[in-house]
C-alpha cells in the first residue's frame, strides 16, 4: 500500500487532495496544527505538530517514511532547508506546491524554464523578509538544489472554488450584489486560474501517477480577460458590475492585476494530464456563489 503524507490537508484543494488518496485506498498521514478540524476520523492518521517547529517536526516524522510527500505549506527557504533535512532518506517523492506568483507580470506566456529555480541563488539568512513570490522561487531552489530525493513543484495559479477561505471570487459577487465599486487598473489583462478541485486531482497525478520532477505549471484551460470576467460575474449575478480604474484599498479587486499573468501547461500536458476548460467551470461557480450570497 502506498503511504503518502500531507501538510496541508485539512482544507481547500488539500482536503480534496486526502479524498482523492483515501478513494484509492492510499494510506494517508495528515500533518497539522490541530487547528482546523477535519472529517476524517480514523481513516487517517495524524502528526499534530508545528511545521515552523523544526526540532518538533523532526521528532514527530522520526523514522517513518513516505512513497509520496505533500507539500501544501512551505513558503520560505528556511520551511524548505529544514524539510530536505528531515526527509532526507524518508521521501521517495516529494511534491512541492508552489506559485504562479514566481513569475512576473506581463512577461507573455510563462514556461517553466523562464525562473529556472534550479540555479536560482539562494538567501542565506534564514530571517531574511521575502515576498511571497520570491519565498516560493527559493523553496522550489533549495528542494531542487540540496534534496537527495526527486521533487516537483506545482507553480499553481489563483484556486478557486466554493470552499475557497480567501474568497477573493466571492468579493466580486458580493460587491456587485450590493452595488459597490471595484477597482480594477487594467481589463484587458488575461489571467488564468484552476479549480479547487482540479488542483487536488492534479496533485494526485503528479504524485502517484506521474514521474515528473523540477517546476510544473498547472492551470485551467483557456485565459480570461478581467474585462470578460467581469461580464461573466455581471451574467451570473444578473447585474451590472460599477468598475473603476482608481478606488481605495478596501475595493481593489484581488484579481486587478497591472498586466497580463498567464502560464504554458505543456510539460503537464506532454505527460498526460488532461486540465478543466475554464469557461466551463468559472461562469456555472460564479452563479452558485450569487444564488448563496442572496439566500
Request: proline share 3%; charged share 25%; hydrophobic share 40%.
Amino acid at each position: 500500500m502506498t503511504n503518502v503524507l500531507v501538510l496541508g490537508g485539512t482544507r481547500f484543494f488539500g482536503k480534496n487532495l486526502v479524498e482523492l488518496l483515501l478513494k484509492e485506498q492510499i494510506k494517508v498521514t495528515l500533518l497539522t496544527r490541530g487547528k482546523t478540524e477535519d472529517e476524517f476520523g480514523d481513516q487517517v492518521q495524524r502528526l499534530v505538530v508545528d511545521r515552523e517547529d523544526a526540532v518538533a517536526l523532526e521528532k514527530a516524522i522520526g523514522d517513518q517514511q513516505y512513497d509520496v510527500v505533500y507539500d501544501n505549506i512551505c513558503f520560505t527557504p528556511q520551511q524548505a532547508r529544514e524539510a530536505v533535512s528531515i526527509f532526507q532518506n524518508k521521501a521517495k517523492r516529494y511534491i512541492l506546491t508552489s506559485s504562479l506568483s514566481v513569475y512576473d507580470f506581463g512577461t507573455g506566456i510563462c514556461h517553466e524554464s523562464d525562473v529556472d529555480t534550479h540555479h536560482y541563488t539562494i538567501d542565506a539568512d534564514p530571517e531574511a523578509e521575502l515576498s511571497y513570490g520570491e519565498g516560493k522561487r527559493q523553496a522550489e531552489a533549495v528542494f531542487f538544489q540540496q534534496a537527495d530525493f526527486p521533487v516537483a513543484a506545482v507553480r499553481f495559479p489563483i484556486v478557486l472554488g466554493p470552499n475557497d477561505y480567501t474568497k477573493r471570487l466571492h468579493f466580486h459577487v458580493e460587491r456587485v450584489l450590493s452595488g459597490k465599486v471595484i477597482g480594477i487598473s487594467n481589463l484587458e489583462a488575461q489571467m488564468n486560474f484552476i479549480h479547487e478541485q482540479e488542483a487536488a486531482e492534479f496533485l494526485f497525478w503528479l504524485g502517484i501517477s506521474s514521474e515528473l520532477t523540477g517546476p510544473v505549471n498547472a492551470r485551467s484551460d483557456g485565459e480570461v480577460s478581467l474585462r470578460e470576467l467581469v461580464e461573466w460575474i455581471e451574467q451570473g449575478t444578473e447585474q451590472q458590475a460599477i468598475i473603476q480604474s482608481e478606488t481605495d484599498d478596501e475595493a481593489q479587486s484581488p484579481f486587478g492585476v497591472p498586466d497580463s499573468w498567464i502560464m504554458d501547461t505543456s510539460k503537464a500536458k506532454q505527460d498526460g494530464f488532461q486540465f478543466y476548460v475554464l469557461s466551463e467551470w468559472m461562469p456555472a461557480l460564479i452563479k452558485q456563489m450569487a444564488t448563496q450570497t442572496n439566500r
